[in-house]
């Protein structure tokens, strides 16, 4: 079974609108991270935002937010406001268990914002 | 800027042939992953080494092998290489803490022709 689960190949957002990009998660190790990156265009990895599965807040970060659904084992990316800089390619992933293990990935949302 | 350093940037060969990639990882930082970005297979693990040690493997091909020096650096090999292999390669580093991210490098494309 994959591990993260993104659904959504593709959203288009209009600027200064609020987006959310949805990811779900399958683990059963109670101890687990959540993450979410982004991928310009030009290919770097830029970390956004992380939530632990014991933090009982959602976490945010700027117009980033992430609306954590411990039951329903989702963990969907809020970006308030979007800019046509916000363009990009996004990545849901975990950390299973404490420490340092791998991130694994989901497949990515291409979010394109337009004028 | 993530700190983290890949050499080289680009790279093109031909199939057969063998390459080796390059990760310095943030300062203090004592864990090295490596990832296979591609099309088809999305973002996939290769292999983890921690303070030197391997610490984790995944879809690696026998083709492929690592290591982490003393110095923390890390290197990929790839040989014997297949058109199927290219992709950019991505280093990340992480350091135990409140969240222990992952900052990736910038990446290595390779292109096998």
């Known amino acids: 079974a994959q591990k993260i689960t993104q659904t959504q190949p593709g959203m288009f957002v209009q600027e200064k609108e609020a987006v959310t990009l949805d990811c779900t998660y399958d683990t059963s190790d109670p101890s687990y991270g959540l993450f979410w990156y982004k991928q310009p265009s030009s290919g770097e990895m830029i970390f956004l935002i992380y939530q632990g599965s014991y933090d009982q807040q959602n976490a945010t970060e700027g117009r980033y937010s992430l609306n954590f659904q411990k039951a329903r084992k989702s963990a969907n990316l809020v970006i308030s406001a979007s800019q046509l800089g916000d363009s990009a390619m996004y990545f849901c992933?975990?950390?299973?268990?404490?420490?340092?293990?791998?991130?694994?990935f989901g497949r990515g949302t291409q979010l394109t914002v337009w004028p | 800027d993530s700190g983290v350093t890949q050499t080289p940037k680009h790279l093109i060969t031909a199939t057969g042939q063998r390459v080796t990639l390059r990760c310095s990882p943030r300062?203090?930082?004592?864990?090295v992953y490596w990832y296979q970005q591609s099309l088809d297979q999305g973002l996939q693990f290769l292999i983890q080494y921690y303070n030197g040690e391997e610490r984790a493997k995944g879809n690696i091909l026998e083709r492929f092998s690592a290591q982490q020096f003393p110095d923390l650096h890390s290197e990929l090999n790839l040989s014997s290489l297949e058109l199927g292999d290219s992709a950019l390669y991505f280093c990340?580093?992480?350091?135990?803490?409140?969240?222990?991210?992952?900052?990736f490098g910038e990446g290595s494309r390779l292109t096998v022709l």
């Open positions: 300062s203090g930082d004592l864990s």
């Open positions: 992933a975990m950390r299973e268990g404490l420490g340092l293990g791998r991130l694994y």
């Open positions: 990340a580093s992480s350091v135990a803490g409140d969240t222990g991210e992952l900052f």
